[in-house]
């Protein structure tokens, strides 16, 4: 039984082999080399000069029109336009105006004589010297930044407006109103009614802490006569510890804050809080924006001595990070890292996908790929650690200084 199966299955390879011999045999005709040489005469002496005049800049020279490339050899016969005999090759329907487009486009007809010989040299196999052209790759020009691109509206310097005049200026407690009653009487849309006492204080705690008043303060705040009663809610709200933790989670989310590294094993980060305390304490204690900004990408270069400022770096190593690294991954991770934050840093402080950039010039901001290399190595100093910091310096030093005072009567 096996030798049967044996013996069938050399019988199918051999009739492989064999058909595949055939086809080689059919598809190489035996005088190839002769033809071969004549038609790369023919190509040398005229077929080429006219493809060259005529063809080449509208297929495969300034461009590519209708998918037919003919600058070199492997190009026109995977166009299509030609095969192995004239009498079946579409470039020939074209050249004769027996199909259109008629071919050169909007240019007069070939001659009798060059359609001929394109007609014989197609027959004798369509063989090439060279290609028609040289194509080399165009280095791409480098992304500048124009005027023009600096007068997008978001990279514009703020200006003075006058606010524009409305009809019912009584609804308008503020500049700012001006402008929402001018488009709301644009489009002759009515505002709506002033909300009642009940509805502004629930609005207020949830906006600002996140939470409901009680029924004791909505009362009291119902009830207050106190006509400055709104701007004094305002303040106590703002002035509480809470505000601080309700708008930090905001940011949190902005600097893609976590308690642990990501990834699979997910490890805890044991000073995470740090920055989530300096948001709270920014927050409440009014930080000066400016100084909101610094002290995250650079507190410990601004302010070393400063708590605070140290706290704040924890937003440079916020982002996922694997813990669990070959040796061959060190330097790809090394890369991500700077990657994140450069990015972060673009749409938390600059409302801009700056990350892009790592791979290629901005296509629409006006942010090219060596702004983002730039940015990216002003991070080249910054390493994850984690660190111990002294939250009451001040404090600790006097009662480091008491005990010292202690040990040493002790001694004595």
């Not at 000073?271 to 304490?281: C, E, K, Q, T, V």
Request: aromatic residues 8%; negative net charge.
């Amino acid at each position: 039984m096996r030798c049967g199966l044996i013996a069938v299955r050399l019988i199918v390879l051999i009739s492989l082999i064999r058909s595949m011999a055939a086809d080689e045999k059919k598809s190489v005709p035996p005088d190839h080399p002769e033809r071969a040489k004549k038609g790369l005469a023919l190509f040398k002496s005229s077929v080429r000069t006219t493809l060259t005049k005529h063809c080449l800049d509208c297929h495969g020279g300034k461009s590519t029109k209708g998918d037919f490339d003919l600058s070199t050899r492997e190009a026109l016969m995977e166009s299509g336009f030609v095969t192995e005999s004239a009498t079946d090759s579409h470039l020939m329907d074209l050249i004769t105006h027996a199909a259109d487009p008629h071919m050169p486009f909007k240019a007069p007809k070939l001659a009798d004589e060059e359609i001929e010989q394109i007609r014989t040299w197609i027959d004798l196999g369509s063989p090439y010297d060279t290609p028609l052209t040289e194509k080399t790759a165009k280095p791409a020009a480098e992304m500048q930044v124009k005027d023009s691109d600096r007068e997008f509206w978001s990279f514009r310097r703020l200006q003075p407006v006058t606010p524009p005049a409305v009809n019912d200026d009584a609804w308008c407690m503020t500049p700012i109103d001006q402008f929402i009653r001018a488009k709301q009487e644009a489009v002759k849309l009515t505002p709506n009614a002033t909300a009642d006492r009940r509805v502004l204080i629930r609005r207020a705690y949830f906006g600002l802490l996140g939470l409901p008043p009680t029924p004791e303060q909505v009362d009291a705040f119902v009830n207050d006569k106190d006509p400055d009663a709104w701007s004094k809610l305002i303040d106590r709200l703002l002035e509480s510890p809470q505000y601080g933790e309700r708008w930090a989670r905001h940011w949190m989310d902005v600097a893609r804050f976590a308690e642990s590294h990501g990834y699979e094993q997910d490890y805890d980060r044991p000073n995470a809080y740090h920055y989530r305390d300096f948001l709270i304490r920014a927050l409440n204690a009014d930080l000066p924006y400016d100084k909101f900004v610094q002290w995250q990408l650079a507190g410990d270069e601004l302010a070393p001595e400063d708590p605070l400022a140290m706290m704040a770096t924890g937003f440079l190593g916020a982002g996922a990070f694997p813990t669990q690294l070959t040796e061959t991954e060190f330097e790809s991770a090394r890369y991500d890292e700077l990657d994140d934050m450069v990015m972060t840093t673009g749409v938390s402080f600059l409302g801009l996908s700056v990350g892009c950039a790592r791979c290629h010039d901005h296509k629409f901001d006006p942010i090219p790929a060596r702004d983002y290399y730039r940015m990216a190595a002003t991070f080249g100093s910054a390493i994850r650690a984690e660190t111990d910091i002294d939250l009451s310096p001040d404090e600790n030093r006097k009662r480091q200084s008491e005990f010292t005072v202690q040990l040493t009567a002790k001694k004595a």
